[in-house]
């Protein structure tokens, strides 16, 4: 099992399908990141999502089984961007990664606000499409620090498109 380092951290770019097929079924973790009820109220202004159980701290600890507020579903899996750019490798020099969708997502357990998560990727397939175009799927999770389940866990999908 790897884990990535901090944004900005020297793992090597991968150059072609061999590179991304010789790392099939190794894990990576970001770092670590805390929920707080800021970024899940200006995750709510943004979406339009003003739910009491996300933005009324309150009412969610009087009327919710959680305890508390939770952040949006959406917002964890959001998320998978930011934990992806800290630990997964580089991309080569003129090339781009497009995000392809997801291959079933699952919400497992609520995210407390004020809780750390962090993201799980798995590389489990990496296949050339056409030439300069490689698909990779990770299975991913963002995990709950302490929690006995993970948030979320998908499949999800990308193309490194090359020069």
């Keep these: 099992m790897l884990d990535g380092g901090s944004a900005g951290g020297s793992i090597a770019a991968m150059t072609n399908t061999q590179d991304y097929q010789s790392r099939i079924g190794e894990t990576r973790h970001s770092d670590w990141f805390t929920v707080d009820q800021a ?19 309150e009412r969610a600890k009087a009327e919710t089984p959680f305890g508390g507020p939770i952040a949006h579903g959406f917002l964890t899996l959001s998320m998978l961007s930011h934990f992806a750019a800290q630990c997964m490798p580089a991309f080569p020099d003129k090339a781009i990664g497009i995000n392809y ?25 990496a296949d050339q499409r056409k030439p300069g175009q490689i698909q990779l799927a990770h299975d ?3 995990e709950i620090e302490n929690a006995p389940a993970p948030a979320l866990a998908a499949r999800w999908l990308s193309l490194v498109v090359t020069g």
Excluded at 42 to 55: E, K, N, R, S
């Design 140 to 142: 991913v999770e963002v």
């Design 39 to 57: 970024r899940v109220n200006g995750f709510a202004d943004i979406t339009l999502d003003h739910q009491f159980i996300h933005v009324d701290p």
């Design 101 to 125: 969708g997801f291959d079933k997502v699952r919400f497992l357990s609520p995210v407390p606000v004020g809780a750390r998560i962090r993201g799980k990727f798995t590389l489990a397939s």
